[in-house]
């Protein structure tokens, strides 16, 4: 039976998910529409450089991933370059969101590129770390679970801020992304020092193995890598795009002002918090990638429905946020406990532990889901949506793009995650041979919790 990790450690491992989705989310949402609406910058411009800025950081992650899977502290392989992340994009968040009118694109463009580096340093290694605390089937849903649950909530606390400053200190749009900018760059220091002082890492021996491009691109080929991959882009862009969308949407078409978008938005975080526990309970009962199934032919149907909803506040409309918003969660948790799993089908066939660069395979994916969806911007620009000036041409392609497009690719995800191979029976199997070759030959044990001792240093073999 392996060890069950308490609620509090695995609270605090899901802490730094609070600044890095209250940065994740507006980098999608708030950001490109601000920097268009009210910094004066084009949509061309914009969508060009948050859809090309993120695709060159992809190229950033193998060689992330390889050189956390090579690393040995006495903080172990993940923490300390989650700390080291930290003032990076404390940096970053200051100057992206108290930028004044009057910027020009290089300023986009370098702030942006310094953001993404921190932001790909913290993710993956947060990810790759949740990937270790356990070796269990089910309580790798359960770690993920934890780490979904903190990344809405951090959708959430930057989500309140827009309406608060409105109704409290009648601040404007800027006032409301300033704040939120100065959220990101309070919670950063604070969640990553308690996930690192709390949180323990497993220890392994010495590094013997490669660990770069050549390894990530072998790990790609593999056709169980593939098709979560697959999967993980498609349900990322789904909602990537809806969610790029969603302001010009509900207030162009369903007659919103933005504070009234912002707490729609809010509403569906709501409810994607509220879907948290609910996917690792399903993918107990009928398996991880079936669940995901369930997830995406679930976000499919609602999404499409958003066409249909009335305009201004309604229970039918409240309604369908609230179905769409459930099946957010999904992907995020169920793709990254699946790769957890690969990785002890990895180690198994190669003998290796290939933990960070697998992250940095889902990473990677994740990052050019969301690239491509503020891409849409462009498509959109090119289908004659105009930002200032209504058309019914540009409305059309707006309700195309937010709500048809999004549920094709959920139904895409549905066909094609019902094809993936590793279920709890093929990775019982998986384990119960690990077991017998690490009794052989034993590796460190795993850590208690808390754990901050040093990592064991055992001489390396002869060569």
Not at 89 to 104: D, H, N, Q, R, V
Not at 280 to 287: D, E, M, R, T
Not at 386 to 400: E, F, N, R, Y
């Amino acid at each position: 039976m392996s060890e069950r990790r308490s609620s509090w450690t695995l609270a605090a491992f899901a802490a730094p998910c609070l600044p890095l989705a209250a940065l994740g989310l507006p980098l999608v949402v708030y950001l490109p529409e601000y920097y268009v609406s009210d910094l004066g910058l084009s949509l061309s411009m914009v969508g060009s450089a948050f859809l090309l800025v993120r695709v060159a950081d992809i190229i950033l992650d193998p060689i992330l991933g390889g050189l956390m899977d090579t690393t040995r502290t006495r903080l172990g392989r993940f923490r300390p370059w989650l700390l080291a992340a930290a003032p990076v994009l404390m940096l970053a968040a200051y100057f992206l969101f108290m930028a004044k009118p009057g910027i020009g694109p290089l300023y986009l463009w370098g702030w942006l590129v310094v953001c993404y580096v921190g932001y790909s340093m913290a993710v993956l290694s947060h990810t790759a770390w949740g990937a270790v605390l356990s070796p269990d089937y089910q309580q790798r849903s359960r770690v993920y679970g934890w780490w979904s649950a903190g990344n809405v909530v951090g959708m959430i606390l930057v989500l309140l801020l827009p309406p608060l400053l409105a109704i409290v200190f009648k601040g404007d749009h800027a006032a409301g992304i300033q704040a939120m900018g100065w959220l990101i760059i309070a919670l950063l220091p604070l969640t990553f020092l308690l996930a690192s002082a709390v949180v323990g890492e497993t220890n392994v021996p010495p590094v013997r193995h490669q660990a770069g491009l050549k390894q990530y691109l072998g790990l790609i080929k593999r056709p169980s890598v593939q098709i979560l991959l697959f999967a993980d882009l498609l349900m990322g862009l789904a909602p990537g795009i809806a969610g790029a969308l969603f302001f010009f949407f509900f207030e162009r078409i369903k007659g919103f002002d933005k504070g009234e978008a912002g707490v729609l938005l809010l509403i569906y975080f709501v409810a994607a918090l509220g879907g948290s526990p609910i996917w690792p309970l399903l993918a107990k009962k009928i398996g991880k990638h079936k669940a995901l199934a369930v997830a995406a032919l679930i976000y499919a149907f609602v999404q499409f429905a958003t066409v249909f909803t009335p305009s201004g506040m309604s229970v039918i409309g409240t309604l369908i946020l609230v179905l769409a918003g459930l099946p957010y969660s999904a992907a995020p948790l169920l793709v990254r406990s699946m790769m957890a799993d690969l990785g002890d089908e990895e180690r198994l066939v190669s003998g290796v532990d290939r933990t960070g660069l697998l992250y940095a395979v889902v990473n990677g994916t994740v990052k050019l889901g969301y690239a491509l969806a503020i891409g849409v911007f462009i498509v959109l620009g090119k289908l004659g949506f105009d930002p200032k000036v209504p058309s019914a041409q540009g409305d059309t392609a707006l309700i195309a793009l937010y709500a048809v497009a999004p549920a094709v690719l959920g139904l895409l995800v549905c066909a094609v995650i019902l094809r993936y191979p590793l279920d709890a029976t093929a990775h019982a199997e998986i384990r119960r041979q690990l077991d017998e070759r690490d009794a052989a030959e034993p590796l460190p044990s795993p850590s208690p919790e808390p754990h901050v001792a040093p990592l064991a240093s055992p001489k390396p073999a002869a060569e």
